[in-house]
Each structure stands twice: as structure tokens, then as C-alpha cells.
């Protein structure tokens, strides 16, 4: 009987113990579902519901940390630390172990979004791998002045254009579940008194030239944004109540705003015109935000907005339900496989500029005895990236000469390969006087803080080229720069190739693209212009301004768009890059309205050499209004790059060109408003290579 009872009791036991689990499991599945179940907003209102006055304060400015910028963990309600570093070019400010990775504007200049994609996917993976949770970037400002410091991280000159690009670079670092920053808001478009400048900017250019890329940035979700240092029609950026109410309630962004590093100017103004975190430190977010919220100078209402902001970004972000990234600055996060995209990357952003005769490149070795390379940049001193926040340590630089010699190392070739410096001039001449081909490289770079101070070589380059040239008829030109430069030599080369910024592949990548491993496929995102003076910021009022005012008088007319209502012919133009093929366009069809669909045949075609090449090219569609629409000659609507099959052709169709597409700011109601009357739809190679062309009337 005392056998029977204990075995009851305990199948007594465990059938308790079996309930309570199931209850357990039930509720805590309930839980989840209630949780998981709400929206990112809810989560963090229920979140912000729970934090004392002081945690809140906590949250809305920087404190001391390891990276460029930290706030703290909230252990008590288990809120994350907020880890934010540089940049739009890679994990920055000094951190070892790293991609050198080619700079935006490199990868801008591929015109290939799925690429962009993956290079922002790539820089977040890093910025996990340190421990960052917060990637300052993408930069997005329009590269207004060609000199520009900062041009070399941007998407270049076009606004569309821009705003395709920034939306890839987001949901590639978004995707990897690290918070992106799109900075810097807004007419952040010089460096050269950055800090103390006022951007006069009309409202029409505003909406249609500087908002566009940050209004795709907000479409697409981003969690934050970073206000610049400049001045906005007299008011800094950071406390502009008109300029962040369009960016929060004219656009719909809902995360936060974070001031860039120093450019905090004020306590009451800054939090109630919408500035939501001051950085990196405390001066006027600290103890001053508190005094203000006891004076009623600022709301506390507007405080909560701060914190909600944020804490719906971290949400939307998956910061509260993922392990927190453990690495830490000094971690190893390079790759076998970012090594290789940084190459393709590189490649994809080198742009064909000239190849005349046809056939000079690609470089056929096993036609050439000797190859001479010249300039500091080839090997002695090569510039592969831009400095500043946007400036990355690098692991190792191929140079150009290095990479050369690889590639022909594993060929058959038994080409003799030569090198020379800039300078002694002499002895550089008289390499390219006993090659019978010269590679000529030359290169600038600039940096954050100042601008170029103007757009020739450094360095007596162009005395360089010009001497090879003299010397060796068979002379082409390889360019490194963070943007437009000038080149007076260029009807004197063969072949000229803008490499901007490649980064640590360097060397290999431009050296597949010179002897035909990979074809070149990029196109310009801004204009090379001809002359200084041949540029559409052309008086001291426009830039550097007078008396710290710059004055965007040069209105919707900024790169390309100057060019084309002048009349002006620039060096190279927005959009153009050459391919070892040539390719073909034809049979323009135009269908709808509103949405309209355009299409249209691609084949490639042959230079008339040995080789047959299947190449990618980047068709353009540009959109001309009706005259009383006020807009410039053309504009950008759309862009793909399509791989084409040797000898074969494919379609292309550019599907749904929306209201938005026909529509100018109208600064009455204060809205977009849709223009009637008969547009010019271009298809093209670039924006002064127009090829088929069509009417649509809306």
C-alpha cells in the first residue's frame, strides 16, 4: 500500500509538473505574440511609458565611449548601447582591420544599384563586427560645387539619380540590422567655411534638387538622420525649424535626429525646431535640456518624441531582438570575400572617358614589346581614397604597377614592363620614348574640412602628360580623383579612364579593365568640365559666398542641367562612359499615361576587332517638360544596367514613370503639382548622347 500511495503521488507530482510547464510555455508564447505582434511605435511607446524623466535625458546626447559616438546601455529596461562610427566609405577614424573599401562615388559610378546594395551590406557587416550599431552614413548631398571636399563620398550631381543610389546603400546596411545615417541635412554642399556658411536656398530648388535623395532615404526607412553644420537661410541646420519640419512632417520621417559632431548651437531652439540627440557630448542636451523642461522652455512631450524616435528606430532595426553586435574596435572584420567585392566594386567604377581610335583599349600585350608606366601615383605614391571621416585605414594598396605586373605574371605574355616616376621629368620621358606603349597615372584627393582649391592636377601632372605625349604617341591616361578635374590634354591621348577612388584593389582592378579581364561598364554621376571657368557655380556669391553667404541663385540649373540650358559643351558629360562594344538602340515604344511605360531594343555590336564581348550598359531616360514647367533641358527619370549577350539584343522597359515624374514643386500650395502638356521622353547613353526619343502627353 505505501508502494501504491508513493506512486501516486508521484504521478500526482508530474502530472502537476507537466501543467505548470504547459502553462508556462502557453503564457510565455503569448507573450511573444503579444510583443512580436505589435509595431515597432507601440513597442516603444510601451518602452518609453516605463523610463524615469532622467533615462530619457539620458538618451538624447552623446557620452564619453571607445567609438565616435556612444550612449550608454539602460540596463534596468535592457535598452542597448548606441555604438554610432564612421563612415560612408567603411569603419573610419583610425580602426585597423578593416576593407579600404573604393569610395561612394566609386561605387556611384558603377550606375548599378544591386552593387551599391551589397557594398552597403558589406560596410555594416564590418561596422557589426566592431561592435557599431550605428553607421554614419550614407552622404548624400548633391555635389553642387565640383572642387567640393566631400564629393568623393556622395552620389554625385543628379537628385534621382541619388535617391536610387541612397535607397540601395540603406537597405544594404539596414538589411544587416545596423541603423543608417543619412547626413547631411541639408546644403551641406561645400567645406570650405562649413561651419559658419548660410546656404540661401530657394524653395522650389530645395524640394527638387537637395530633398529628393533624403525623401527616398525616409521612403525607404531610414532610422536617422544627421543634421549638418552649416546654416540654412540664415538659420544653422542643426535648429532649423522650417528645413526639419520638412524633413519630419513634409516627408514623414519618423526616427531621430542626431546633430553632426559639434554642430549644436543652442538648447531651446535646437530641441523645439526637432533636433532629437545632440553629439557627440552634452553641452546643450545635458543638464541645460533639463533646466529648460523645468523652465517650460521646452516641453517634456518634446522630450519623449526625442527618446520615442529613437527607440522606434532601434525597434524597426531588430536592436532589441538580436544579440547585440560583441566585437570591438581592434577585431579583425576583413574577408576573403569583401577583398573580392571591394575588386569588383573598383572595377565596376572605373570609367571608360575615351578609347580613340577605337581598339587602343583594351591593351593587347603580345602587341607590345615594352610598356612603360608612369607617375608617382602608379606605384611611388598611388591615391586610392579621400580623407576625413569618409578616409578608412588600409590593410594593404596593390598599386597599379603591382597589379599590372601580376596579371601579366599569370598570362603568357612576354611584354617587358617599365616604371618611371613623375619626376625626374627626364627619366620619365625617356621611359615612354623606349616603350612603345605608355600608361600615364596621375591623381588628386581631397578630404572633410576643406574643398579642392581648384579643379587642375596638383603637382605639374598636366606638364607630365603633356611631355609622354611629346615623347610617345601610343600614350593613355589613367585619372584618381574624388571628382571632376581638369584635363587640357585630353585630345592628345589615345585613351583616358576615370578611376575616381578605388580603394584597397587598386592596382588589380584597374589593371582588368586596362588589358580586357573585365570590360568597362561605369558612367560619369557628375560632369568634367572643360574650364574653371565653364562650371555652374561660377561667382563668388555662388561659392564660397560673400560675407558667409553663398546664394544657390543658379537655381534647378545644377550639373548637367547648367550645361544643357547654356549651351555649353563639357570635357565629359553626366552619364557618359564607353565600353569595348558598341551598343545599339532602337525600336522606341511609348505606352500610358500615368503611369507611363517606355521601351525600347539593346544589342551590342562589335568595334570591328577580334574580340566578341558581352558587356553591360547603363540606358538613361531623361524627361523634357513643356516649356511653361520652368525646368531645365532635361532631367533624369530613370537608369537600369543591362547585362547584353554578344550579337544579341534584349529589351528594356522602364515601367511606371509616375505623377511624381511629370511634376514640379509648386510654391503656392506647397505641393507637387502635376504639369500638362506634351513631354520629350530620351533614351540614351548618357545626357549628350541621346539616341531614341519620343512624345507623351500628359
Not at 368 to 377: E, L, Q, S, V
Not at 386 to 411: D, M, Q, R
Not at 587 to 604: D, E, Y
Request: glycine fraction near 8%; proline fraction near 5%.
Amino acid at each position: 500500500d505505501d508502494l501504491s500511495s508513493d506512486q501516486n503521488n508521484t504521478s500526482s507530482v508530474m502530472m502537476m509538473s507537466t501543467q505548470v510547464m504547459l502553462f508556462l510555455l502557453v503564457w510565455f508564447c503569448c507573450c511573444c505574440l503579444v510583443v512580436y505582434g505589435q509595431s515597432p511605435s507601440d513597442r516603444a511607446k510601451a518602452l518609453l511609458a516605463k523610463m524615469t524623466q532622467q533615462e530619457k535625458f539620458d538618451m538624447v546626447h552623446g557620452s564619453p565611449g571607445l567609438y565616435v559616438g556612444d550612449v550608454p546601455a539602460n540596463s534596468r529596461l535592457g535598452i542597448p548601447a548606441i555604438h554610432l562610427e564612421d563612415g560612408p566609405q567603411g569603419v573610419a577614424d583610425g580602426n585597423v582591420l578593416v576593407t579600404a573599401w573604393p569610395s561612394a562615388l566609386t561605387v556611384a559610378a558603377s550606375w548599378d544599384t544591386s552593387l551599391m546594395q551589397q557594398f552597403g551590406a558589406a560596410m555594416a557587416q564590418e561596422q557589426k563586427g566592431k561592435g557599431s550599431n550605428v553607421m554614419l552614413g550614407p552622404m548624400m548631398n548633391i555635389a553642387r560645387v565640383p572642387q567640393g571636399g566631400r564629393n568623393f563620398e556622395s552620389f554625385g550631381e543628379d537628385p534621382y539619380f541619388a535617391s536610387q543610389m541612397a535607397v540601395a546603400s540603406i537597405k544594404g546596411i539596414q538589411g544587416e540590422k545596423v541603423i543608417a545615417c543619412a547626413k547631411h541635412f541639408v546644403n551641406n554642399n561645400q567645406e570650405d567655411d562649413r561651419r559658419t556658411v548660410s546656404a540661401n536656398v530657394d524653395e522650389r530648388t530645395q524640394w527638387e534638387i537637395y530633398y529628393p535623395a533624403f525623401q527616398a532615404a525616409v521612403d525607404a526607412g531610414v532610422g536617422s538622420v544627421m543634421c549638418g553644420y552649416n546654416k540654412i537661410n540664415n538659420t544653422w541646420a542643426c535648429e532649423n525649424e522650417h528645413t526639419l519640419g520638412d524633413l519630419k512632417v513634409g516627408m514623414g520621417f519618423e526616427g531621430w535626429v542626431m546633430s553632426d559632431w559639434g554642430a549644436t548651437h543652442s538648447t531651446v531652439q535646437a530641441a523645439n525646431a526637432g533636433l532629437d540627440q545632440q553629439m557627440p557630448e552634452n553641452s546643450f542636451f545635458g543638464q541645460k535640456l533639463v533646466e529648460a523642461v523645468n523652465a517650460s522652455q521646452v516641453k517634456m512631450e518634446r522630450v519623449d518624441d526625442m527618446v520615442l524616435r529613437m527607440l522606434t528606430s532601434m525597434y524597426t532595426a531588430g536592436l532589441f531582438d538580436e544579440k547585440q553586435p560583441t566585437g570591438h574596435l581592434y577585431d579583425n572584420v576583413q574577408s576573403p570575400q569583401h577583398t573580392d567585392l571591394a575588386r569588383r566594386l573598383a572595377v565596376a567604377g572605373t570609367v571608360l572617358l575615351k578609347n580613340f581610335p577605337p581598339g587602343t583599349v583594351p591593351i593587347h600585350p603580345n602587341n607590345h614589346k615594352t610598356i612603360a608606366i608612369i607617375g608617382d601615383d602608379a606605384h611611388a605614391d598611388p591615391i586610392a581614397s579621400g580623407g576625413g571621416s569618409g578616409g578608412v585605414h588600409f590593410p594593404y594598396l596593390v598599386t597599379p604597377l603591382e597589379g599590372i605586373k601580376a596579371l601579366l605574371a599569370n598570362s603568357s605574355s612576354k611584354t617587358n614592363v617599365t616604371y618611371a616616376p613623375s619626376t625626374p621629368l627626364a627619366s620619365a620621358v625617356q621611359a615612354a620614348k623606349a616603350a612603345d606603349l605608355a600608361v600615364v597615372f596621375v591623381a588628386c584627393t581631397s578630404r572633410e574640412g576643406s574643398d579642392r582649391p581648384n579643379l587642375t592636377l596638383p603637382n605639374a601632372q598636366d606638364d607630365l602628360v603633356k611631355a609622354i605625349v611629346q615623347a610617345q604617341e601610343n600614350t593613355i591616361v589613367v585619372v584618381h580623383s574624388p571628382g571632376s578635374v581638369l584635363m587640357p590634354w585630353a585630345d592628345s591621348v589615345s585613351a583616358i579612364f576615370g578611376a575616381f577612388l578605388p580603394g584597397q584593389e587598386d592596382g588589380n582592378a584597374i589593371a582588368d579593365i586596362l588589358f580586357g579581364k573585365a570590360i568597362p561598364s561605369g558612367k560619369l554621376p557628375l560632369t568634367f568640365t572643360r574650364t574653371e571657368a565653364e562650371i555652374p557655380v561660377n561667382t563668388p556669391a555662388q561659392y564660397p559666398g560673400i560675407k558667409l553667404e553663398a546664394e544657390y541663385s543658379e537655381k534647378l540649373l545644377v550639373g548637367y542641367r547648367w550645361y544643357d540650358d547654356k549651351v555649353v559643351a563639357p570635357l565629359f558629360p553626366f552619364g557618359h562612359g564607353l565600353s569595348y562594344v558598341q551598343f545599339v538602340y532602337s525600336n522606341l515604344k511609348i505606352t500610358g499615361q500615368i503611369p507611363v511605360s517606355v521601351s525600347f531594343t539593346l544589342a551590342s555590336k562589335a568595334l570591328g576587332l577580334n574580340d566578341v564581348w558581352s558587356a553591360s550598359e547603363v540606358a538613361q531616360l531623361y524627361l523634357a517638360y513643356p516649356a511653361s514647367a520652368g525646368e531645365p533641358p532635361k532631367v533624369l527619370r530613370g537608369f537600369q544596367k543591362v547585362m547584353v549577350e554578344a550579337s544579341k539584343t534584349v529589351t528594356v522597359t522602364f515601367e511606371n514613370l509616375h505623377e511624381r515624374d511629370f511634376s514640379i514643386w509648386d510654391v503656392v500650395s506647397h505641393k507637387w503639382k502635376v504639369i500638362q502638356g506634351t513631354f520629350t521622353i530620351m533614351v540614351g547613353s548618357s545626357s549628350r548622347d541621346i539616341r531614341l526619343t519620343g512624345t507623351v502627353t500628359i
